[in-house]
């Protein structure tokens, strides 16, 4: 059973870091993007960019590029999503979610995991 | 990118159909095969409901239906339920491994 687990809910202050982790089992992690996704508070989706667990390949969406930096560990089957400098307006739900694809190609996103919801507020 | 232009919200009664449209440009939506319609209930993650535009994954019900026309795809959900109160998202892929995301739809059960 494909499965993504996502690190729990977290509160910052602004300017400070943080690091949020998702999970994956019961597929080949290696062989599948993880994408993340960002929902603010009453919001629609927004997605913010992928990563190839294989080599790490990453592209970001426009909107998100120099603001987040994506990562995995191919040891731990685990993606990672992290701020170096969290504001307010960082405040949202963030999904992570499995994208099948080939090549340059995405066909879809597939699973997701349940969400971590990051507040930041002084 | 811009998002995907969804109407913010549609209604049915139960057992009705209704259709949710999409609209992209030629740089998406009209450009690939590759749309997909994600449910989401409220505090929950969302849900792949259609992806490449008419296939359903294993377990949806064959109430779900995608198609394509041009530069905008709709989702129709047939035999109304209850259950089917939730928001609905597209999804289109955008070339060089980019996606974009619909604002998306608020289904009302009246």
């Known amino acids: 059973e494909v499965q993504l687990v996502q690190s729990g809910a977290e509160v910052k202050k602004p300017g400070q870091s943080l690091k949020i982790s998702c999970e994956a089992s019961?597929?080949?992690?290696?062989?599948?993007?993880i994408a993340w996704v960002r929902q603010m508070p009453g919001k629609h989706l927004e997605w913010m960019g992928i990563?190839?667990?294989?080599?790490?390949?990453?592209t970001y969406s426009p909107s998100f590029q120099g603001q987040v930096t994506m990562s995995a560990d191919r040891s731990i089957n685990t993606a990672y999503l992290q701020w170096s400098d969290l504001k307010a307006s960082d405040t949202a739900m963030y999904y992570c979610?499995?994208?099948?694809?080939?090549?340059?190609?995405?066909?879809?996103?597939?699973?997701w995991g349940q969400g971590t919801l990051v507040t930041v507020s002084s | 990118q811009s998002a995907l232009t969804q109407p913010a919200s549609v209604s049915g009664s139960p057992g009705q159909s209704i259709t949710i449209s999409c609209t992209g440009t030629?740089?998406?939506?009209?450009?690939?095969?590759?749309v997909s319609w994600f449910q989401q209930h409220p505090g929950k993650a969302p849900k792949l409901m259609i992806y490449?535009?008419?296939k359903r994954p294993s377990g949806i019900s064959n109430r779900f239906s995608g198609s394509k026309s041009g530069n905008t795809a709709s989702l129709t959900i047939s035999g109304l339920q209850a259950e089917d109160e939730a928001d609905y998202y597209c999804?289109?892929?955008?070339?060089?491994?980019?996606?974009?995301f619909g604002g998306g739809t608020k289904l009302t059960v009246l």
């Open positions: 990563i190839y667990p294989g080599d790490s390949d990453t």
């Open positions: 019961g597929y080949s992690f290696t062989s599948y993007w």
């Open positions: 979610a499995r994208g099948d694809g080939s090549g340059t190609y995405l066909y879809s996103f597939d699973y």
């Open positions: 030629s740089s998406d939506v009209g450009s690939y095969n590759l």
């Open positions: 999804w289109s892929y955008a070339g060089s491994r980019t996606v974009v």
């Open positions: 490449e535009v008419t």
